[in-house]
């Protein structure tokens, strides 16, 4: 249980993040159109088009404050969801690392999958970087040279894992003074946290308090992936919910009524260096 103190300086730095997101630097009409671009782009398929209702990837990224002249990490890509749109944005002008969980492993086949995706598009993609994350491998980007590191729906991942705080202290070593930690999560319901994430929800403070131990401070946080119609109270967590419906058939037009997830979309930043 977390001390009343510990609860008060979250509350205090979401209520500080908050304001000074009010006042974030808006995006260029041109940033805007080129990253409207790649989210439009034909390249992505139809199954990756389908959840932009859910994920709002335009609005996300926007939030989050990216360039396309940039670097860029993103952290377990997966299948590569977020990854379609990053790299096509940051190929003329920036950089992407995709930080993938062990891939020499044969059990990350999709992994696998993405960097044969990505390495043999060129054209579309650029050249991204593959690095690596996973317990006890820290290789994400170098030291000091990311301005952005992005996470989307990896935390809990991480907890069951049993090495959350590595990840977000290799996320702090490599950004630059200023960076930007940017994380979409499954949003728990607010109380006690299984430390193990089992439903695959973490409560908002958790993952806050994660990033504060790591040294970042709090710099926004928004609603755009907000879902109030997710009750948060399934048998199977949160993959009852679509695309996994874990369930199956059962409930499973209930399941997509609610559709997915309730998220917390948190940007943080780390310090400037003082003089």
Not at 69 to 78: K, Q
Not at 113 to 127: C, F, S
Not at 152 to 178: C, I, Q, T
């Amino acid at each position: 249980m977390r001390s009343a103190r510990t609860m008060s300086l979250l509350a205090a730095c979401l209520i500080g993040g908050l304001l000074s997101g009010a006042r974030a630097e808006l995006p260029s009409a041109e940033t805007r159109a080129r990253l409207a671009a790649a989210v439009a782009g034909e390249h992505r398929p139809q199954v990756d088009r389908r959840r932009d209702a859910y994920r709002h990837p335009l609005e996300t990224l926007l939030f989050f404050g990216i360039r396309d002249d940039m670097m860029v990490v993103e952290l377990w890509p997966e299948a590569g969801w977020y990854s379609r749109i990053l790299a096509p944005f940051l190929k003329n002008t920036g950089r992407l690392y995709l930080a993938l969980d062990d891939p020499d492993s044969t059990t990350t086949r999709q992994a696998g999958k993405l960097r044969r995706e990505i390495l043999g598009n060129p054209d579309l993609y650029g050249k991204p970087q593959f690095t690596v994350l996973a317990k006890g491998r820290h290789e994400v980007a170098p030291a000091g040279a990311a301005d952005m590191i992005l996470s989307f729906r990896n935390v809990h991942n991480w907890m069951a894992g049993g090495y959350a705080n590595e990840v977000f202290s290799a996320a702090f070593r490599a950004l630059k003074p200023g960076g930007v930690l940017g994380i979409v999560e499954h949003r728990a319901k607010p109380g006690r946290q299984d430390p193990e994430a089992r439903s695959g929800y973490v409560a908002e403070a958790f993952v806050i308090e994660l990033a504060l131990s790591a040294g970042f401070r709090l710099a926004a946080a928004s609603e755009i992936n907000a879902n109030a119609k997710d009750t948060k109270d399934y048998p199977k967590g949160v993959w009852s919910l679509p695309p996994s419906y874990a369930s199956g058939d059962f409930d499973r037009s209930k399941f997509a009524a609610i559709g997915e997830s309730d998220r917390m979309t948190l940007k943080f930043i780390k310090p400037a260096l003082q003089p």
